[in-house]
């Protein structure tokens, strides 16, 4: 007896008569020579916030990790299993992305349970264990006078893109691409509600909105 999900049958079938149809070519190109996309993005989990749909993109354009708050660990040359790090090596070294985008969003989960200090979901408390990646040690995050709990929410969230982008420089096949102009690393942040993209100006070191860009 079959118990997957009905939703993601029903999904299924849609996507073979209504979007197939029109994609068949481009998946049997990709099915051919394989993929070549030229950004990678690194996103949260979240069920909200999927890089193909915000960036409208295709099959083979998007080369997508995501994890608990989009979070990018240091580099670490060991025998641990390094999930994002194993991505990251494939889309700069394999697939020679030309970007690599670190993507955070609003009400972040991740986010919320680190600072609400969030008991444990389970003994081995892995969400808690990974989050801790977000301070080096000695640092304090907390919030500041006058500062509202969405406001203090909002710029955590927004320091969690700013520690990947400096945690991915840590990583040498990185850095050395990037100082030889070979390789662009960005910043964005996504309104789940109003469905908002901001991009990080890293002179002024601020996200600005895409949609006052473009007016």
């Known amino acids: 007896m079959i118990t997957f999900p009905k939703s993601l049958l029903d ?4 996507f073979r008569t209504q979007r197939l149809p029109t994609e068949q070519t481009r998946y049997r190109e990709l099915s051919v020579r394989g993929q070549s996309p030229e950004a990678m993005v690194i996103g949260c989990c979240d069920s909200r916030v999927s890089p193909e749909v915000i960036f409208d993109a295709g099959p083979g354009e998007l080369f997508v990790v995501r994890n608990v708050a989009n979070l990018v660990p240091v580099y670490q040359p060991d025998q641990g299993a390094h999930g ?9 070294n394999a697939l020679h992305v030309k970007h690599v985008v670190v993507l955070g969003h609003a009400q972040c989960g991740g986010i919320r349970a680190f600072i609400n200090k969030s008991e444990p979901l389970s003994p081995g408390d892995f969400i808690g264990r990974w989050m801790a990646m977000f301070i080096k040690p000695g640092e304090v995050v907390e919030q500041r006078a006058h500062e509202t709990m969405h406001d203090f929410t909002v710029r955590i969230e927004k320091a969690a893109v700013f520690r990947s982008l400096e945690n991915l420089m840590t990583f040498p096949f990185v850095r050395s691409k990037v100082e030889r102009g070979e390789l662009q690393l960005h ?4 309104g789940v509600a109003e469905g908002s993209l901001f991009v990080l100006d890293k002179i002024a070191k601020e996200f600005l909105s895409v949609a006052k860009l473009e007016t």
Request: proline share 0%; aromatic share 24%; glycine share 12%.
């Open 84 to 92: 994002v790090s194993a991505a990251l090596e494939f889309a700069v």
């Open 187 to 190: 910043g964005a942040y996504f």
């Open 11 to 14: 999904g299924y079938r849609t």
